[in-house]
């Protein structure tokens, strides 16, 4: 049995090929190509033409093209990783790629110089496709080239008598795929004989010098392993097995069998079934396994000093012309219009308040959630079944510290039918409503806004959406009468909800018949499956999703309120690190056009309900630790409050703006993780490391001409949130990574953890002024120009 899986396939451009097979016995075969092999794990006895090997972990070799071979496995399975080498696609010039052949064989040849360098090159290659690299594609076909040019420099072969080896290669490959087609038609050598017009003493022959076996014990292995599917996972009787499968009758099944196994057919079902649970992987666990065994295998050559000075790291040049006076687009801040809080009511510890303090001198957000403030009852009160009441008390004095640091209120109601009857809720609303009335200005409750969604409406079948959308009805008229100017805000429909129902569009018709006007239409964004999280492999996904909206016609210009920003739906230890703040910082710079309100999931971690430890970094998405360190996400934040509100010119990687008398421009050096990493199964990251599913793409050096600039002088501010500066995980990993620390030490963290400031002066020569940056991956900064006349 063997089971293999593609672990990467090119196109013709890199004739190349990865698989990984696990095998207890691969059959008698050949390939058209040449087959290079490392092996994984195991020991099995390796066929190989005419002799015969014990390959072992480690060993590598070549299997060269036309070549039969097969493999049995020692003890239970071996795994292998196996290259394909299309050598007809590698010949250059006159080289006929038939003639190609190679002489590496380490169960031969213990200790050739060579071969860690050739198992580095093919490690490389996999490491190099395991990551998001910018033009892998070159790389991938520099490292190809450089792999079969140190084959062929190193080990490569002449074939002799070669036109005598292709008739018997064109011969025993016909007559075998013969065979393979027509195994189970009980074949003997006479049938085959007259089927090719060949003698019997002259296919005899052929097999020997060809296959090197007779007829017998290569039609005996082919059916044999033909069978074993059959055997062990049908509940098919031996003798059913053996006729399917070609054999007069079960006894000389039997005798083939005990000839390969050494045992029979039934106590080799037996022990099978018998280990099967603890001995066989999935594919995903297969392929998670090998994965992970060559890049350790790349890490450690490259200890060895085997590098061969192929870089993934690399350098690039950014040129920036702008002219200033080009100011071509308003921006009305989006990026600081609304805070999201989990739990209103948590608004009132003290701890939170210190942050809320915090943010609104860095920030200076407009808004704050209020989420489902008729939950669990905190604010209801039960007249009866069929009366329901608010309780004012504590809302009243939430608003009246939110009203101290400058923030208003977003009211988020949400309809829960397992809780409360749609009458009961309207009820509950004209006694909320009737309260703000009576206790709030005009003013204020015009500045609010409000929203109404719907707990299970990604669930709800058409007779309840209908359901919903007349109770939705009911509240905007109820909300227009009675608070009049405030803003109404759409029900929050999920990015899972839009692209796979058509419950919005749908929602949004009615509206539309019912002349319902929206002031906000609210989406909750999160780049991964929510169900599944499932990561996206596509760095692009929002503002693909933004594109998709408009395509349909269901975006509103000016209206879109982005709200649960994240890549993941759940936990993720890299909300920790550089790559949150990076993150939210390219996906603002690619869309600030398009959004309105640009919100990220999750205040704090002391607001969370489901956190079971007192771990630091415990990859909740916040801008703080339970313990009040601020992440590099609050630092982004406080950089975008920072933004002009012209903008002047911007690019996927920096935006230029400009208020008053600055220029402001925010730089940003996103790189997305691996592949693997979005399958959930190569990188097993850990608390401390964290970034290794980061390929170390780019290192970006920008240089900014801005031109037309009607002053004399200027002063420069730069501002850069980076692993030494601006991430309090990566100065906690610095100072020792500790699990306890003491508060004079939490203080010095946070203090450690500030993101850097750099302060210059430059005198601007015939309008024009230069700026230049150097920016590592995931990384963030801030240039801030004064001008002065």
């Known amino acids: 049995m063997k089971e293999t899986i593609n672990i990467l396939q090119f196109d013709n451009k890199i004739p190349l090929s990865f698989s990984v097979i696990k095998f207890d016995n691969i059959f008698l075969h050949m390939h058209s190509m040449v087959q290079l092999i490392i092996v994984l794990e195991g020991e099995f006895q390796c066929n190989i033409g005419d002799k015969k090997y014990i390959a072992k972990e480690n060993d590598i070799f070549i299997v060269n093209s036309r070549t039969y071979h097969s493999f049995d ?120 004989s007259k089927q090719f017009n060949y003698s019997i003493a002259y296919l005899s022959r052929l097999f020997k010098q060809s296959l090197d076996t007779n007829f017998i014990d290569y039609y005996d292995d082919l059916r044999v392993n033909n069978s074993l599917n059959d055997l062990l996972f049908s509940n098919k009787t031996i003798e059913e097995i053996a006729l399917t499968h070609g054999f007069e009758n079960s006894r000389s099944y039997f005798r083939a069998f005990t000839s390969i196994y050494k045992t029979y057919p039934s106590q080799y079902r037996k022990e099978f079934k018998k280990h099967s649970k603890n001995t066989i992987l999935d594919s995903n666990e297969l392929k998670k396994e090998a994965i992970e065994k060559i890049l350790l295998l790349y890490e450690q050559a490259s200890q060895r000093g085997n590098n061969p000075n192929y870089e993934i790291t690399r350098d690039t040049e950014a040129l920036v012309s702008v002219d200033y006076k080009n100011k071509t687009t308003t921006l009305h801040s989006p990026q600081t219009k609304v805070l999201q809080l989990e739990d209103y009511k948590l608004i009132m510890d003290i701890d939170v308040q210190n942050c809320l303090k915090n943010m609104q001198k860095d920030i200076n957000f407009e808004y704050i959630t209020l989420n489902n403030i008729f939950e669990k009852e905190i604010n209801i009160l039960k007249n009866n079944p069929y009366d329901y009441s608010f309780s004012f008390i504590t809302f009243d004095r939430i608003l009246s510290y939110l009203k101290s640091v400058s923030l208003k209120p977003y009211i988020k109601l949400v309809f829960d039918n397992n809780q409360i009857s749609d009458s009961s809720f309207l009820s509950l609303l004209d006694s909320f409503y009737n309260h703000l009335v009576n206790s709030y200005t005009k003013e204020e409750i015009n500045s609010w806004l409000i929203n109404l969604s719907f707990k299970d409406i990604e669930i709800s079948n058409k007779k309840q959406t209908q359901i919903y959308s007349t109770l939705f009805n009911n509240f905007y008229n109820k909300t227009k009468k009675e608070l009049k100017g405030i803003k109404i805000g759409s029900p929050s429909f999920t990015k899972d909800l839009i692209l796979k129902t058509t419950i919005y569009q749908d929602f949004l018709d009615h509206c539309k018949s019912k002349f319902i006007d929206f002031s906000f239409i609210s989406i909750l964004y999160q780049d991964a499956n929510n169900k599944e ?231 601007i020569n015939e309008s024009k002024l230069n700026v230049e940056c150097n920016i590592a991956p995931l990384e963030t900064k801030l240039i801030e120009i004064t001008l002065i006349k």
């Open 73 to 192: 496995a020692l003890n239970n399975t071996s795994t292998i990783l196996s290259v394909l080498i299309d050598q007809n696609e590698f010949a250059i010039g006159d080289i006929d790629p038939d003639s190609i052949a190679f002489n590496l064989n380490s169960m031969e040849v213990v200790n050739h110089p060579k071969y860690e360098s050739i198992k580095f090159l093919i490690y490389s290659i996999v490491r190099l496709n395991s990551m998001d690299n910018v033009n892998s594609i070159y790389s991938n076909r520099a490292i190809s080239f450089s792999l079969f040019a140190q084959l062929m420099n190193d080990f490569s072969v002449n074939l002799e008598e070669a036109d005598i080896k292709r008739t018997n290669y064109d011969t025993i490959t016909k007559i075998t795929a013969y065979i393979n087609d027509h195994y189970s038609e009980n074949l003997s050598l006479s049938s085959i």
């Open 533 to 763: 999280n499932i990561l996206t492999k596509n760095k692009d996904e929002l503002k693909e999703f933004i594109n998709y909206l408009k395509k349909k016609n269901i975006y509103f210009e000016n209206k879109m309120f982005f709200e649960n920003i994240n890549f993941s739906s759940s936990r993720s230890l890299l909300n920790d690190t550089l790559y949150s703040s990076s993150y939210l910082c390219k996906n603002l710079i690619e869309n600030i056009k398009s959004i309105s309100s640009y919100s990220k999931l999750g205040f704090s971690d002391i607001t969370n309900d489901i956190l079971t430890n007192k771990e630091t970094f415990n990859g909740n998405n916040s801008f703080f630790t339970y313990n009040l360190l601020k992440k590099p996400s609050y630092y982004v934040y406080s950089m975008f409050s920072k933004l002009g509100d012209q903008l002047i010119k911007k690019s996927y990687n920096y935006m230029i703006t400009s208020k008053e008398n600055k220029i402001i421009i925010l730089v940003n050096n996103y790189s997305h993780y691996s592949d693997l990493y979005a399958e959930n199964e190569y990188y097993q990251i850990s608390e401390q490391e964290r970034y290794h599913c980061f390929p170390k793409s780019t290192n970006i050096k920008f240089s900014f001409e801005i031109n037309n600039l009607p002053f004399k002088d200027c002063k420069i501010k730069t501002t850069t949130i980076s692993k030494t500066n601006g991430s309090s995980f990566d100065k906690w990993l610095e100072i020792g990574a500790p699990k306890i620390m003491t508060n004079d030490e939490l203080e010095k963290l946070k203090i450690l953890s500030e993101p850097s400031i750099y302060i210059s002066n430059k005198t």
